[in-house]
T-cell receptor, first 109, second 113 residues
Framework: TQLLEQSPQFLSIQEGENLTVYCNSS?????LQWYRQEPGEGPVLLVT?????EVKKLKRLTFQFGDARKDSSLHITAAQPGDTGLYLC?????????FGTGTSLTVIP | DAGITQSPRHKVTETGTPVTLRCHQT?????MYWYRQDPGHGLRLIHY???????DKGEVSDGYSVSRSKTEDFLLTLESATSSQTSVYFC????????????FGSGTRLTVV
C-alpha cells in the first residue's frame, strides 16, 4: 500500500489566520502534487513538486517538498473564505497517482 | 470550457442491476482514470487507460470493468451493483504520467439501494 498520511484531517480557522497542512509518507517518492477540491466538484491541481527541498508559491499558498522527498507541506497565509475546501496530496506510483485522504479546511469569515 | 464531462451526474439504482458511467474528453489526452471517493478513504483508483483498448486495474477494481474504444470516451461498468459501490465516482485525464497533472470531471454520485 502506497500510504500517504495527511494532517490534520479537519481544520477550522478564522479569516486572516495562517495555517499549515502536512502530507507524509514512509517511502520516497519522485514527485508530489497538491489538489484542492470544493464541494460537489472534482479536485483541481494546485502544484507539482519534484525536487527535494523545492519550494513553490502560488499567491498566498506556499508548497514545500521535504529534503528527503518523503513529506510535503502546504502553508496558507492570511486565509480567506475562498480557501475553504478539501486539500489532497498525491504521489506518483509510476502509472498513476496515489491520493491521501485529505485535509478539510474551513475558513470562517 | 470543460474538457472533461461525466454522465450522469447523479444516479440511483437497485442492487444487482448493471450500471455504466461515461467519461468524455475533448483534450485528446492519452491517459484516463476512474476513481471513487468515499469518506475516510479518499480517492481510490479503480481502473485506468493508457490508450484505446489499453486498460489496467487499479487498487479497487473488483466488481468493475472498463472499456475505451475511442480516445475521447472511457466507460466504467458495474456489472451487478452492490450497496458497497455507493460512492462518488470521478474520471480524470492526463497528458502523461509523472509530472503531468490530472484534470478531473465533476463526478457522478451513485447510490445503490
Amino acid at each position: 500500500t502506497q500510504l500517504l498520511e495527511q494532517s490534520p484531517q479537519f481544520l477550522s480557522i478564522q479569516e486572516g489566520e495562517n495555517l499549515t497542512v502536512y502530507c507524509n509518507s514512509s517511502s520516497v517518492f519522485s514527485s508530489l502534487q497538491w489538489y484542492r477540491q470544493e464541494p460537489g466538484e472534482g479536485p483541481v491541481l494546485l502544484v507539482t513538486v519534484v525536487t527535494g527541498g523545492e519550494v513553490k508559491k502560488l499567491k498566498r499558498l506556499t508548497f514545500q517538498f521535504g529534503d528527503a522527498r518523503k513529506d510535503s507541506s502546504l502553508h496558507i497565509t492570511a486565509a480567506q473564505p475562498g480557501d475553504t475546501g478539501l486539500y489532497l496530496c498525491a504521489r506518483d506510483t509510476g502509472n498513476q497517482f496515489y491520493f491521501g485522504t485529505g485535509t478539510s479546511l474551513t475558513v470562517i469569515p | 470550457d470543460a474538457g472533461i464531462t461525466q454522465s450522469p451526474r447523479h444516479k440511483v439504482t437497485e442492487t444487482g442491476t448493471p450500471v455504466t458511467l461515461r467519461c468524455h474528453q475533448t483534450e485528446n489526452h492519452r491517459y484516463m482514470y476512474w476513481y471513487r471517493q468515499d469518506p475516510g478513504h479518499g480517492l481510490r483508483l479503480i481502473h485506468y487507460s493508457y490508450g484505446v483498448k489499453d486498460t489496467d486495474k487499479g487498487e479497487v477494481s473488483d466488481g468493475y470493468s472498463v472499456s475505451r474504444s475511442k480516445t475521447e470516451d472511457f466507460l466504467l461498468t458495474l456489472e451487478s451493483a452492490t450497496s458497497s459501490q455507493t460512492s462518488v465516482y470521478f474520471c480524470a485525464i492526463s497528458a502523461g504520467t509523472v509530472n503531468y497533472g490530472y484534470t478531473f470531471g465533476s463526478g457522478t454520485r451513485l447510490t445503490v439501494v
